[in-house]
């Protein structure tokens, strides 16, 4: 797809373009306000902001409403606004058209269910427009809507919309007799390399059944191991398994080989399906490649139950595969994402969000109650996670029978060991404003969202808790709503912890107790330099004094900061 360069033009060229329009005062103010109001909400002078639609929908699309300060249904007013006084200096594809749609596209729409023809319907307008019949229709003509939708408009996420667009279109060409056969190629998200069991032999299946049964101990087997694997566990293992079975396929060893466990993981094929990592790494080891070595010599060492000298060359290649992984570090990626908490502006913000989220629910009163109890919800969630910064799996399934535990006036979030991953039991106590914040979800507004009788702090559909991914996702969007940020739920634990370190520089022990890390060595190493910059700063501030406070000419010394008496003494001396 080709991109159009963007304009010299500049937002504020679009001013003398509204008052020179032939349109109504009162539109011509509008026109205005909106611009000026996405400029300072983009927080950049509007001569300095080139009139280029596709950057300014990027940059609009990480912008929400409460970002913006303005009710939802004003701010989509203002973008839509924005887009008609864009469209004064610059082709725009209007949000809403009202051209004639020709008989022959017609004719095809009729066929189609409401949904599917409700996402073609535009398309079909823009192309009568453009008088392109169905027998006209070309691949190139489909392309340049998705150019149009993409390049020529403000809507949110266009990308999305025409993904959307093409697998309907697509199932269109499949099923419909009579639509033009033209089929628009869609990218795939990401390569899938792994293959069903039902690809490989039934054999291989069994066996990798009975290894699950082996560590899931319903085998009851004398050398197996001492307590039984989580189910989470055994569905990773399940996964590397098919992993690696896919990765040895792919590496050109048949499949009708691969009949057994041992046929899969003997050496040779060890060694095979660590390349096919390798390669899709770049050649470098990776944190996936160095856990699949590491698995497959557990299977190696007790499943084909290899001796010593057998064992070695497994070890080895494994030991070599985890060199760079065993000082455990935060990502690169995470640490992008806590740049912003560098900003004392944006810990405050961060902090008072739960409050602010509730302030927002009891000010709106036109949302309906369900979508207003959900932002409770999320307002209640992220008031736990940002003092007691459990794991995902556990903030989801909160019983308040079985995990809130209350004694006298205090309240506590308690989760035995058998429930916790590292198996390090969890035992908090809520700070009196999470207590009410959490209190005034409960009363307010979970009644709104039960279907089925249950003690889930955060009900899903059914009898049981709200999923740890939909849970999750609701977190991650309004947090991006409100602060613009990128941030998963896993990320509270990070940001928790450099906030606190931010403020307290090496002071790992509370956090390894916060974050329930059996060994210190596994916080320090994970959050080693995430206070750097505070540390940095505490440093510098010891070393100016010390300068200051040097017999240094006074030519040399760093000016003196004027205090209050120096001030009020404006005269000299007397």
Request: with cysteine; net charge positive.
């Given at each position: 797809?080709?991109?159009k360069?963007?304009?010299?033009?500049?937002?504020?060229?679009?001013?003398?373009l509204?008052?020179?329009?032939?349109?109504?005062?009162?539109?011509?103010?509008?026109?205005?306000?909106?611009?000026?109001?996405?400029?300072?909400?983009?927080?950049?002078?509007?001569?300095?902001?080139?009139?280029?639609?596709?950057?300014?929908?990027?940059?609009?699309?990480?912008?929400?409403?409460?970002?913006?300060?303005?009710?939802?249904?004003?701010?989509?007013?203002?973008?839509?606004?924005?887009?008609?006084a864009?469209?004064?200096?610059?082709?725009?594809?209007?949000?809403?058209?009202f051209?004639?749609?020709?008989p022959?596209?017609?004719?095809?729409?009729?066929?189609?269910?409401?949904?599917?023809?409700?996402?073609?319907?535009?398309?079909?307008?823009?192309?009568s427009e453009?008088?392109?019949?169905?027998?006209?229709?070309?691949?190139?003509?489909?392309?340049?809507?998705?150019?149009?939708?993409c390049?020529?408009?403000?809507?949110?996420?266009?990308?999305k919309?025409?993904?959307?667009?093409?697998?309907?279109?697509?199932?269109?060409?499949?099923?419909?007799?009579g639509?033009?056969?033209?089929?628009?190629?869609?990218?795939?998200?990401?390569?899938?390399?792994?293959?069903?069991?039902?690809?490989?032999?039934?054999?291989?299946?069994?066996?990798?059944k009975?290894?699950?049964?082996?560590?899931?101990?319903?085998?009851?087997?004398?050398?197996g191991?001492?307590k039984p694997?989580?189910?989470?566990?055994?569905?990773?293992?399940?996964?590397?398994?098919?992993?690696?079975?896919?990765?040895?396929?792919?590496q050109?060893?048949?499949?009708?080989?691969?009949?057994?466990?041992?046929?899969?993981?003997?050496f040779?094929?060890?060694?095979?399906?660590?390349r096919?990592?390798?390669?899709?790494?770049?050649?470098?080891?990776?944190?996936?490649?160095?856990?699949?070595?590491?698995?497959?010599?557990?299977?190696?060492?007790?499943?084909?139950?290899?001796?010593?000298?057998?064992l070695?060359?497994?070890e080895?290649i494994?030991?070599?595969?985890?060199?760079?992984?065993?000082?455990?570090?935060?990502?690169?990626?995470?640490?992008?994402?806590?740049?912003?908490?560098?900003?004392?502006e944006?810990?405050?913000k961060?902090?008072?969000?739960?409050?602010?989220?509730?302030?927002?629910?009891?000010?709106?009163?036109k949302?309906?109650?369900?979508?207003?109890?959900?932002?409770a919800?999320?307002?209640?969630?992220?008031?736990?996670?940002?003092?007691?910064?459990?794991?995902?799996?556990?903030?989801?399934?909160?019983?308040?029978?079985?995990?809130?535990?209350?004694?006298?006036?205090?309240?506590?979030?308690?989760?035995?060991?058998?429930?916790?991953?590292?198996?390090?039991?969890?035992?908090?106590?809520f700070?009196?404003?999470?207590?009410?914040?959490?209190?005034?979800y409960?009363?307010?507004?979970?009644?709104?969202?039960?279907?089925?009788?249950?003690?889930?702090?955060?009900?899903?559909?059914?009898?049981?808790?709200?999923?740890?991914?939909?849970?999750?996702?609701?977190?991650?969007?309004?947090?991006?709503d409100y602060?613009?940020l990128?941030f998963?739920?896993?990320?509270?634990?990070?940001?928790?912890?450099?906030?606190?370190?931010?403020?307290?520089?090496?002071n790992?022990?509370?956090?390894?107790?916060?974050l329930?890390?059996?060994?210190?060595?596994?916080?320090?190493?994970?959050?080693?330099?995430?206070?750097?910059?505070?540390?940095?700063?505490?440093?510098?501030?010891?070393?100016?004094?010390?300068?200051?406070?040097?017999?240094?000419?006074?030519?040399?010394?760093?000016?003196?900061?004027?205090?209050?008496?120096?001030?009020?003494n404006?005269?000299?001396d007397?």
């Amino acid at each position: 797809m080709t991109t159009k360069p963007p304009s010299r033009k500049t937002i504020a060229d679009l001013f003398p373009l509204i008052s020179q329009s032939d349109i109504a005062e009162k539109a011509k103010a509008e026109l205005a306000s909106a611009v000026r109001k996405v400029t300072r909400v983009i927080g950049t002078d509007p001569s300095l902001l080139p009139i280029d639609p596709p950057g300014l929908r990027r940059r609009l699309d990480g912008i929400s409403h409460q970002m913006a300060g303005v009710s939802r249904g004003r701010w989509n007013n203002i973008r839509s606004l924005f887009g008609k006084a864009l469209a004064l200096a610059t082709p725009i594809l209007p949000g809403r058209s009202f051209t004639p749609i020709m008989p022959e596209w017609l004719a095809l729409a009729e066929r189609l269910e409401f949904g599917r023809r409700t996402r073609l319907l535009p398309m079909m307008r823009r192309l009568s427009e453009l008088n392109i019949a169905p027998h006209q229709l070309t691949l190139a003509d489909l392309e340049a809507y998705q150019v149009a939708i993409c390049e020529d408009r403000l809507r949110t996420n266009p990308e999305k919309t025409w993904d959307t667009l093409i697998w309907s279109w697509n199932a269109c060409v499949r099923e419909i007799p009579g639509w033009p056969q033209v089929s628009v190629p869609r990218l795939a998200k990401r390569e899938v390399y792994t293959f069903p069991w039902e690809y490989f032999p039934a054999s291989l299946h069994d066996d990798a059944k009975a290894y699950l049964r082996r560590l899931a101990m319903t085998s009851l087997e004398e050398d197996g191991p001492n307590k039984p694997a989580r189910p989470s566990t055994l569905e990773t293992r399940e996964r590397q398994l098919r992993m690696a079975a896919s990765a040895a396929v792919h590496q050109g060893i048949p499949r009708e080989e691969l009949v057994s466990l041992e046929a899969l993981v003997r050496f040779d094929r060890f060694q095979q399906i660590l390349r096919f990592f390798l390669d899709r790494n770049g050649g470098q080891p990776s944190p996936q490649s160095g856990y699949m070595a590491s698995f497959l010599k557990t299977v190696a060492k007790y499943w084909l139950k290899l001796d010593e000298d057998a064992l070695r060359p497994y070890e080895k290649i494994s030991g070599r595969f985890n060199q760079k992984n065993r000082r455990r570090k935060m990502t690169t990626k995470n640490r992008e994402r806590l740049r912003p908490f560098d900003d004392p502006e944006m810990v405050q913000k961060f902090l008072s969000l739960p409050f602010k989220i509730r302030e927002d629910v009891e000010k709106d009163k036109k949302s309906p109650i369900k979508r207003r109890a959900i932002r409770a919800q999320m307002a209640a969630a992220i008031a736990i996670l940002q003092i007691m910064p459990v794991r995902r799996k556990n903030i989801h399934e909160i019983d308040m029978n079985k995990h809130l535990i209350q004694r006298g006036k205090r309240l506590y979030l308690v989760f035995d060991d058998d429930d916790v991953k590292n198996e390090e039991p969890v035992d908090f106590e809520f700070t009196l404003e999470t207590k009410e914040l959490v209190a005034w979800y409960v009363r307010e507004y979970r009644p709104h969202l039960l279907r089925a009788e249950t003690s889930a702090l955060f009900p899903g559909e059914g009898a049981g808790p709200k999923s740890a991914g939909t849970l999750s996702g609701q977190v991650k969007k309004i947090i991006h709503d409100y602060l613009g940020l990128e941030f998963n739920m896993h990320l509270f634990r990070h940001a928790g912890t450099k906030i606190y370190l931010d403020v307290r520089p090496g002071n790992y022990e509370v956090m390894r107790r916060v974050l329930g890390h059996r060994s210190i060595n596994t916080t320090t190493s994970t959050y080693a330099g995430a206070e750097n910059k505070t540390a940095g700063l505490h440093f510098a501030a010891v070393l100016n004094e010390r300068r200051k406070s040097s017999e240094l000419p006074e030519r040399l010394r760093p000016p003196r900061r004027k205090t209050k008496k120096d001030k009020g003494n404006k005269g000299g001396d007397t």
